[in-house]
Nanobody, 123 residues
């Protein structure tokens, strides 16, 4: 069992930065990959990034590659998403998720989800 809680969202101007955190509880957190997804109004939830349990493997959506960085600190049971050069199209609710199977890139791969944190990027 893993419980997840996101924080760090907010309102930022285009070109700005935010750092999201995903704090977890539960004994299995350190052994599970953790992903970030986002959902804009009227759109489906989409993959943003994922990190393996050890942190050695990371994947990014093409739309955020070079701008976002995912990392984790297993001693703090926290996964981070550093977002730079933000664009209005990055606006949405950002969710972290854990314990995936399959490709790690589909929302249906994940068994545990947080409640989400709103990110709004103004132009």
């Amino acid at each position: 069992q893993v419980q997840l809680a996101e924080s760090g969202g907010g309102l930022v101007q285009a070109g700005g930065s935010l750092r999201l955190s995903c704090a977890a509880s539960g004994p299995s957190f350190s052994s599970t990959p953790v992903g970030w997804f986002r959902q804009a109004p009227g759109k489906e939830r989409e993959f943003v990034s994922v990190i393996s349990w050890s942190g050695t493997t990371r994947y990014y959506a093409d739309s955020v590659k070079g701008r976002f960085t995912i990392s984790r600190d297993n001693t703090k049971k926290t996964v981070y998403l550093e977002m730079n050069s933000l664009k209005p199209e990055d606006t949405g609710v950002y969710y972290c998720a854990a314990d995936p199977e399959g490709s790690w890139r589909a929302s249906t791969d994940y068994g545990y989800w947080g409640q989400g944190t709103q990110v709004t990027v103004s132009s």
